[in-house]
């Protein structure tokens, strides 16, 4: 099981812990179960950026990045060495702790 902490580069966003999140979710599944809101216009299947977010501390208990994703976080608004799709984050079998800080979303348009 895996803790995860949601940090928010979005002005007046409390940062949220969420304990006991599955193996094999997606980091994208784990913020929509506890209604964090993160775009996904795509539904998840790494055709868009807008579930993009910054793994702060964790990344290797999610699976690799892949070409397909590397060429989506290219078109993600202020990429960084520590961009990920959240919805190709998926949590391996070791569980622990993942720290990630979610865009400002306000400037997202569609849904």
Do not use: W
Not at 6 to 35: C, R, W
Not at 48 to 57: A, K, L, N, P, V
Not at 65 to 80: H, K, L, M, S
Not at 83 to 94: K, M, P, V, Y
């Amino acid at each position: 099981m895996y803790n995860i902490t949601f940090k928010f580069e979005q002005q007046g966003l409390e940062e949220v812990t969420v304990k006991n999140a599955p193996e094999g979710d997606s980091i994208l599944e784990v913020a929509l179960k506890h209604n964090i809101r993160l775009h996904h216009n795509c539904g998840g299947v790494c055709a868009c950026s807008t579930c993009h977010i910054y793994i702060d501390s964790g990344e290797e208990l999610v699976e690799e990045i892949t070409d397909r994703e590397e060429d989506f976080i290219d078109r993600a608004r202020n990429p960084r060495l520590n961009s990920r799709l959240s919805c190709q984050c998926i949590l391996q079998e070791s569980g622990g702790q993942v720290l990630v800080t979610i865009p400002d979303q306000t400037l997202i348009h569609g849904e």
